[in-house]
């Protein structure tokens, strides 16, 4: 049986698009969250709308256009493996073009927002890389647009899983309004596998059973989190990638452990 919070890939369609995932499709208020993928030559425009949006190059290099700016060439790793990513802010209300020098994969991630902030490039020396955990609980972030980087209602951030490792481990959750406990935020995890096969696996759970979910995750799989714990488990030699989006009324990620593992060191 289908999960409802697993969603797969497909090929592009008219926007290229190859998953997208809506509010009316999540059955929340927040998070919008598509991936494009463009050929060498190729180029799409859309607008942002109501939403803040935070353009990633995944993988390729690309000519942005926002805002009335234009960013130039950007991008340097050719997938998701190799390095921190290019990325682009752009406020709500405001139109957008992307111009593929390589063949690009582009994730548009977006939130509702008021157009307080300017659109800016993000590049890779604001990103960097931190190393979370020990032994097989160790990962790698890159932090692309944290709670202390300048937008309303969005966050985002990369995490590289050796094959072997659990990552979102130990188990947390942010679906409660509690702060400075806890903070609503929905959550979405874009998946990649280094080999391009194979699976990862993701359980999504509540303490009191109202939602219990394991899934099988192939590559470009989008998993929704709308409440509970979330841990994700990497198979030894299957290396993985994910893009994590959140958002919700309180721009700040305060989380709670899973009692059960709360014992453990994050």
């Not at 390729?60 to 060439?73: C, L, N, T």
């Not at 307080?116 to 932090?143: D, H």
Request: hydrophobic share 35%; with cysteine; proline share 8%.
């Amino acid at each position: 049986m289908s999960s409802r919070l697993l969603v797969h890939s497909h090929k592009p369609d008219e926007k290229k698009r190859t998953v997208s995932v809506t509010p009316q499709l999540a059955g929340w208020g927040y998070i919008d969250f598509n991936v494009r993928s463009l050929a060498a030559g190729e180029q799409i425009a859309d607008r942002t709308g109501p939403n803040e949006v935070c353009l990633v190059l995944v993988s390729g290099k690309a000519r942005i256009i926002g805002a009335g700016q234009d960013f130039g060439v950007l991008g340097e790793r050719m997938d998701p493996f190799s390095g921190a990513p290019w990325s682009v802010y752009l406020p709500s209300g405001a139109e957008w073009r992307v111009e593929a020098e390589t063949s690009v994969e582009l994730a548009v991630c977006g939130s509702p927002a008021k157009g307080k902030y300017p659109a800016r490039v993000i590049p890779p020396s604001e990103v960097g890389e931190l190393t979370r955990g020990t032994g097989t609980n160790q990962r790698f972030v890159r932090n692309i647009l944290p709670d202390t980087a300048p937008a309303e209602t969005l966050l985002v951030v990369e995490v590289i899983t050796p094959g072997g490792h659990w990552s979102s481990y130990p188990p947390h959750k942010h679906d409660t309004d509690d702060f400075p406990n806890e903070t609503y935020l929905e959550e979405t995890y874009y998946h990649r596998l280094k080999r391009g096969s194979g699976f990862a696996l993701q359980r999504v759970y509540t303490k009191d059973g109202s939602l219990d979910e394991a899934m099988a995750v192939a590559d470009r799989d989008v998993v929704l989190v709308p409440k509970g714990y979330h841990p994700v488990g990497a198979p030894h030699g299957f290396d993985l990638y994910y893009l994590n989006v959140m958002a919700g009324p309180r721009r700040v990620w305060k989380f709670t452990m899973d009692p059960d593992q709360a014992f453990l060191p994050y």
